[in-house]
């Protein structure tokens, strides 16, 4: 059974940086891509970024995180990573790791969720 574990969210001021872990085990890891998405209270779920299978030599991110967030991966570790920097109110909402076959926006590629991490930027 595939699990996915995030951590690293929390309370931030609005300019500073937090980096999300998800650790992933069950499964290969390293032949998924891997995903975050975000989602508010009463809202969808956002795509945030994604990294291709293997090497990671595949990316595609959001355009409100563009040049602030990066998305990483260490398959020694079965772990990826959410780097945020200047971190905005609007940043705010529960965060969820997802690995799927291919780097894509659509939640329907991602066959396996995380339970989420909150993360909130304060003004």
């Known amino acids: 059974q595939v699990q996915l574990v995030e951590s690293g969210g929390g309370l931030v001021q609005a300019g500073n940086s937090l980096r999300l872990s998800c650790v992933v085990s069950g499964r290969a890891f390293n032949f998924y891509t891997l995903a975050w998405f975000r989602q508010a209270p009463g809202k969808e779920r956002e795509f945030v970024a994604a990294?291709?299978?293997?090497?990671?030599?595949?990316?595609k991110y959001a355009d409100s995180v563009k040049g602030r967030f990066t998305i990483s991966r260490d398959n020694a570790k079965n772990t990826g990573y959410l780097q945020m920097n200047s971190l905005k109110p609007e940043d705010t909402p529960v965060y969820f790791c997802?690995?799927?076959?291919?780097?894509?926006?659509?939640?329907?590629?991602?066959?396996?969720w995380g339970q989420g991490t909150q993360v909130t930027v304060a003004s």
């Open positions: 990294i291709s299978s293997w090497n990671g030599s595949s990316t």
């Open positions: 997802a690995t799927g076959p291919r780097v894509s926006y659509e939640t329907d590629n991602y066959a396996s």
